[in-house]
């Protein structure tokens, strides 16, 4: 996916988590803000995948792995999700996380970050812009 975002917005840098669902313990967390603050990034987008294949996987219960993103999409999906609405609601969730005061709230609402959702379709060569 990382060449996909690049041609739509050039140079940038990913951190990727399985099926956009991010862990971060303290450690992680650390040297993730200090590598934001040297590379002075203001903007962070979150992309969601809809043909991602742990997401496809959770969502006709087939083929699963133990990983603890399938726990917590299994958490959120519902019987009538697609892999598009599945993918929009891990986006909001995963967003709703993030956007606590002790991962990028503070950041988020001193303005010092903008925080961005962006859910691709790749065979489609679509990105769509979610806020």
Do not use: W
Request: net charge neutral; proline share 2%.
């Amino acid at each position: 996916m990382e060449n996909f975002i690049v041609k739509q917005y050039g140079e940038v840098f990913f951190l990727t988590a399985a099926a956009v669902v991010f862990h971060f313990g303290n450690g992680e967390l650390k040297v993730i803000k200090e590598f934001i603050a040297r590379e002075n990034i203001k903007e962070i987008y979150l992309v969601g995948e809809t043909t991602c294949n742990l997401t496809k996987n959770v969502l006709d219960n087939t083929n699963l792995s133990g990983l603890p993103c399938e726990t917590e999409i299994q958490k959120i999906k519902s019987i009538v999700d697609t892999p598009n609405t599945l993918t929009l609601k891990i986006l909001n969730e995963q967003t709703y996380k993030l956007s606590d005061v002790n991962i990028f709230g503070k950041e988020i609402t001193s303005g010092t970050i903008l925080f961005h959702t962006l859910q691709t379709v790749k065979n489609g060569n679509k990105i769509i812009k979610i806020r």
